[in-house]
């Protein structure tokens, strides 16, 4: 049996989370789910917890890689955790672990997320209209070398189609 995709959704934490990027990453996590991949995210509160919460309400699986040393830190919709003790050391493992990541919203702790993904050349697509790093980042290149551009989407549903398609295109 072949490995299923991997989509990380990363973005804003519990603390600056609002209405609209709440529900787009519910919307996000649902429609990954739908679509047969596994979900991954940072675990905690915030984009991770609506993506998590959409992913379960859609059927499908969540791993949350938490920054704490506790399992027990993860919001409720995770189904594997993996506690690392590593703060935000633990951005690179998210990054690493996924096919393509979507970005709703986000700050500082994003765009670590971001930057490890860029160097390695894993597809990000940020949903337009979430506010953060996601409205700053569309259709922009990290650098000067170009590696990799990370394309803007209007509604979840294509941010996963879009995600889905890089993913298939690279393999």
Request: net charge neutral; with cysteine.
């Amino acid at each position: 049996m072949p490995r299923r995709v991997q989509i990380l959704v990363i973005g804003f934490g519990k603390d600056h989370c609002h209405e609209i990027a709440y529900q787009a990453a519910y919307q996000v996590g649902l429609e990954v789910a739908r679509r047969g991949a596994l979900l991954i995210s940072g675990g905690l509160g915030g984009v991770m917890e609506a993506a998590s919460r959409g992913a379960k309400d859609g059927g499908g699986f969540v791993v949350g890689i938490v920054p704490q040393d506790d399992k027990g830190a993860a919001n409720e919709y995770c189904d594997a955790v993996i506690a690392t003790g590593m703060g935000f050391a633990r951005d690179f493992l998210t990054a690493y672990s996924a096919d393509a990541i979507i970005i709703v919203g986000g700050g500082a702790g994003t765009m670590i997320e971001v930057a490890a993904a860029y160097q390695k050349r894993i597809p990000i697509i940020a949903l337009k209209g979430t506010g953060g790093m996601a409205d700053r980042l569309v259709d922009t290149y990290i650098d000067d070398r170009k590696v990799e551009r990370i394309l803007g989407e209007n509604t979840p549903q294509k941010a996963v189609e879009t995600a889905l398609a890089l993913i298939k295109s690279n393999t």
